[in-house]
């Protein structure tokens, strides 16, 4: 299963919103309302950040959000800050027991 | 708070074997399936095998199928992997993570990885 495409970089000034595309195929973002995206500052463990398109787990700021077009899925990041700055991968699941990420996105803060 | 937390990474010759482990902590292991996760040097996530709570449901990827066995303790909370056949591009840090019991759920909870390099 090859892995989802994603921009590799994306940069905004603090305060600025970036958003960041991760497009798949119906077998994939497109089949499943399963995307997730995770936050993953090298060196520490990748944290989710949004799960099944648009929810937030407890404690995820509300400046991040997410949704879905097809086999399109995006993450928005509004209000950036600096801590902000990491890769973001975006994943869904791939049916016939397989799941697959994105090839990652790296976010600056200006 | 929930802990995972990898070990047994290292250096292994083309060829050779190794065994992960993840010890789980501050949650009811059994109820979670697991997952390993690794991501080779400046490449991306790339999900790697899965296994349901009681052991007896395994998944992989096509990359490691037949060379890589995934399994774990509930008595001691810890999920394994065997790796064997190892070869250059198992060169990776390897992430346990947990889901829900079912598929096409989030990965929610990561351990920090343990890297293991496979090179003569």
Known sequence: QSALTQPPSASGSPGQS???SCTG???DVGGYDSVSWYQHHPGKAPKLMIYEVTKRPSGVPDRFSGSKSGSTASLTVSGLQAEDEADYYCSSYGGSNNYVFGIGTKVTVL | EVQLVESGGGLVQPGGSLRLSC????FT???YWMHWVRQAPGQGLIWVSRINGDGSSTGY???VRGRFTISRD???NTLFLQMNSLRAEDTAVYFCTRSASSFAKPFDNWGQGTLVTVSS
């Open chain 2, 74 to 76: 509930n008595a001691k």
């Open chain 1, 18 to 20: 970036v958003t960041i």
């Open chain 2, 29 to 31: 292991f059994r109820t």
């Open chain 2, 23 to 26: 010890a789980a902590s501050a």
């Open chain 2, 61 to 63: 990827a096509d990359s």
């Open chain 1, 25 to 27: 195929t119906n077998s």
